[in-house]
C-alpha cells in the first residue's frame, strides 16, 4: 500500500512493532524538532487507519477492527511490515500488519468443560492483495512468534477468514480445531502449554447430589421452639383474650391439685349472696336490700 510520504522515514525496521503509546521502534526522536514529530505520528495515525480500513473491506467487515483509536485503547502490539526495495517515487510501500494481544477467554476444552485462560490472541492480520502469495505472511508471522516467544498451537485466532485457516494449515500444519461457543477458534495442543494459568469453572452439580443435613443440623431442627406470645397460648386461652376481655399471659401460679382446691374451699366462708340464694330469696330482692343498707352495692371478700 502506498503512501504520500517516506515510509522509510516513519518506520525504522523492515518489520516495526507499534503499541498502545503509537511510537515505532527502531526509530530515533532525537534531533527533530517538535513539529517533524508531530508531522511523524500524524503519518503513523494515517498508516494505521487505511491499513485497518483496508483489512476490514478484505474481510467483508462493516468497521475496522484496527484504528489508531482502538490502539490507543488496548494493550495491543502490531507489527507492520514494510518494503524499502520496491519504491514508488522513492517513498517505500507497506505490505501488511498483524495484530496481536492477550485476552481473557473463557474456552471449551475437548471435554466441554470451561477454562478461563488468557491466550495470546490473533485479532487482525492482513497483507495487501497484490502482494499475498510471496511469502510475506509467513515472515512477519514467524516474526511475531519469536518475538513473542509462543508456539502457533498456543494462539486463540479472533475470527479467522478462510485465507487465514488456509495459511495456518499450510504453515503450521493447525487443522485440528476445537469447537468453541464464542468467535475465537483454537487447536489441537491449546491446552497442553498455556503460559497463563488456567481456571476450571466448577462443574454443575446434578440434583441428586444435595449434600444431606449434618448431625448437629438434625438436632437443631428437632428442637421444638416455643412461638412468641400470644401464639404460644392454648386454643382455649387465646379465644379468652377476645374483645372485652384482657389478654391472659399465661397462669402465674400453677394449677392446684384436686385435694389442695378442696381444702382452700373449706377454709373460705361463704359468700353472703351466695346464702341468700341457697336460702331461696329473689337476685332482685338480694341486690335491693344491700343498697338501702350500705348505699351501694358491695361484695364481701373471702378471708
Same mark, same amino acid.
Given at each position: 500500500? #502506498? ?44 498508516? +494505521? ?37 520496491? *519504491? ?27 477454562? #478461563?485462560? #488468557? ?9 495487501? #492483495? ?32 478462510? *485465507? ?13 480445531? +476445537? ?58 386461652? +387465646? ?65
Amino acid at each position: 500500500m #502506498e503512501f504520500p510520504f517516506d515510509v522509510d522515514v516513519l518506520f525504522g525496521e523492515r518489520i516495526t512493532t507499534v503499541d498502545q503509546r503509537l511510537q515505532p521502534s527502531g526509530r530515533r526522536g532525537a534531533g527533530l524538532s517538535a513539529a517533524h514529530r508531530m508531522d511523524l505520528q500524524q503519518q503513523l495515525m494515517t498508516v +494505521i487507519d487505511e491499513m485497518g480500513k483496508a483489512s476490514a473491506k478484505a474481510q467483508n467487515l462493516p468497521t475496522p477492527i484496527t484504528s489508531t483509536s482502538r490502539m490507543q485503547t488496548n494493550r495491543h502490539v502490531l507489527y507492520i511490515l514494510k518494503d524499502s526495495e520496491a *519504491k514508488t517515487v522513492g517513498k517505500g510501500i507497506i505490505i501488511g500488519f498483524l495484530k496481536v494481544g492477550y485476552k481473557k477467554l473463557f474456552v471449551l476444552d475437548r471435554n466441554g468443560a470451561h477454562n #478461563e485462560v #488468557e491466550p495470546l490472541c490473533v485479532l487482525d492480520f492482513y497483507i495487501h #492483495e497484490s502482494l499475498q502469495r510471496h511469502g510475506y505472511g509467513k515472515e512477519l508471522f514467524h516474526y511475531m512468534l519469536q518475538r513473542e516467544r509462543v508456539e502457533p498451537h498456543q494462539l486463540a485466532i479472533d475470527r479467522p477468514s478462510d *485465507k487465514l485457516l488456509s495459511f495456518l494449515r499450510k504453515h503450521y500444519c493447525l487443522s485440528d480445531t +476445537i469447537p468453541q461457543v464464542n468467535n475465537f477458534v483454537v487447536f489441537q495442543g491449546f491446552f497442553s502449554y498455556q503460559r497463563a494459568p488456567m481456571r476450571k469453572m466448577p462443574p454443575k452439580r446434578h440434583e441428586g447430589e444435595i449434600k444431606p443435613y449434618s448431625l448437629s443440623d438434625r438436632e437443631f431442627l428437632k428442637e421444638e421452639v416455643e412461638p412468641p406470645w400470644p401464639f404460644n397460648q392454648s386454643h382455649s386461652m +387465646i379465644r379468652s383474650s377476645s374483645v372485652g376481655n384482657s389478654p391472659v399471659r399465661g397462669c402465674l401460679k400453677p394449677f392446684l391439685n384436686e385435694q389442695e382446691l378442696l381444702k382452700n374451699l373449706r377454709l373460705c366462708p361463704p359468700h353472703s349472696t351466695a346464702q341468700h340464694l341457697m336460702n331461696g330469696e329473689p337476685c332482685d330482692s338480694v341486690s335491693q336490700r344491700r343498697r338501702t343498707r350500705y348505699g351501694k352495692a358491695c361484695a364481701e371478700p373471702c378471708a
